[in-house]
């Protein structure tokens, strides 16, 4: 029998599938582009959005992707639903799965995640847990093959916090992608173990190759993409002050840009703290394409529903 599936990390999905979702992606939006609308190819489908964080580009991406493609989309904020709180998430993912026909879900633990899915009829997108953001990473690398033409060796230089949801599906995508990442954190902030051996493993099957140094200046040394995001994911505001401290050497300014190759592009998941992990130089500068990275967010999510809903698992 063939199964629904899901996209929960960035490796539920192949390299072949990811071609493939962006080849969709690029489709719509240059159809979009050219004509002003899309073909209503996903009327009469529902998805529905379970948000326990705050979110404006993922919120915003998912809402106008399903309504130009003909269909609708549903919001529950933090304050409708309470997964595992108000009801068992089982209960949640069974009665949803029964009305809707996707269902994209941010939280904070990625368990709940798993939980949903494992208890959904229908695909689960992860719409940004604590483990994984892996809808941003596809825009991402559709902004990269646009900007860079080809991933192929490509050298890719994340600087900041290594703990961290972007950081995670970055490193598994340059992976899977063939992709060489060096990422820069401070002790006790770098990639969970698993992730990075995940990585590494993948990046040694096909062709890239992944670095992890305390040194920005080491990752950003000849890279062609210089990434960064905030300091502060949601849910460990707590920690502000210590955060602050921690990080103060890992800003990517425009000294540190000096380093990477001369046409290098800078990138931000957003939103962004001017001043903390980059400078406003660097944001709003020549090499950034961080409003491309956004609007990259609509076309990919285009792209990833209508895959999700084509395709099922063998
Ligand atoms: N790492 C950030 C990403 C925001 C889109 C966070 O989790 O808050």
């Not at 990473?137 to 900007?147: F, G, N, Y």
């Not at 820069?184 to 190759?209: C, F, H, I």
């Not at 960064?228 to 002050?241: P, V």
Request: hydrophobic share 40%; aromatic share 6%; with cysteine.
């Amino acid at each position: 029998m063939k199964r629904k599936r899901d996209l929960l990390s960035i490796v539920d999905l192949s390299r072949r599938d990811i071609l493939d979702i962006l080849a969709i992606a690029d489709k719509l939006k240059r159809r979009l582009k050219k004509t002003g609308k899309n073909k209503p190819i996903l009327k009469g489908k529902t998805l529905i959005m379970v948000f326990e964080k705050p979110s404006l580009r993922t919120h915003a991406s998912f809402d106008i992707g399903m309504f130009q493609l003909g269909g609708h989309a549903l919001y529950f904020g933090p304050e409708h639903i309470g997964l595992g709180v108000r009801e068992p998430v089982q209960h949640a993912a069974t009665v949803l799965s029964g009305m809707g026909s996707i269902i994209m879900a941010r939280v904070y633990s990625h368990q709940t995640l798993t939980e949903l899915a494992r208890c959904s009829s229908v695909p689960v997108i992860n719409g940004l847990s604590d483990l994984e953001h892996p809808c941003q990473i596809l825009a991402d690398i559709m902004t990269m093959v646009e900007h860079k033409r080809s991933l192929h060796r490509l050298r890719v230089a994340f600087v900041g916090d290594g703990n961290n949801n972007v950081t995670h599906s970055l490193a598994l995508a340059c992976g899977l992608l063939g992709m060489h990442i060096a990422v820069a954190s401070p002790k006790g902030y770098v990639m969970k173990p698993e992730v990075a051996a995940k990585a590494r493993s993948l990046a040694a099957k096909y062709g890239g190759s992944v670095i992890e140094t305390l040194r920005p200046e080491t990752a950003v040394k000849h890279a062609d993409v210089v990434y960064t995001d905030t300091w502060i994911s949601m849910g460990a505001e707590k920690e502000k002050n210590k955060r602050l401290k921690v990080f103060r050497s890992y800003q990517v300014n425009e000294k540190l840009m000096r380093l990477a190759n001369p046409d290098a592009i800078f990138m931000h998941d957003m939103p962004a703290h001017l001043g903390n992990e980059v400078t406003k130089e660097v944001f709003d500068g020549p090499q950034s394409v961080v409003y491309d990275q956004a609007e990259n967010r609509l076309h990919a999510q285009k792209g990833l529903i209508v895959f999700l809903l084509k395709n099922k698992k063998k």
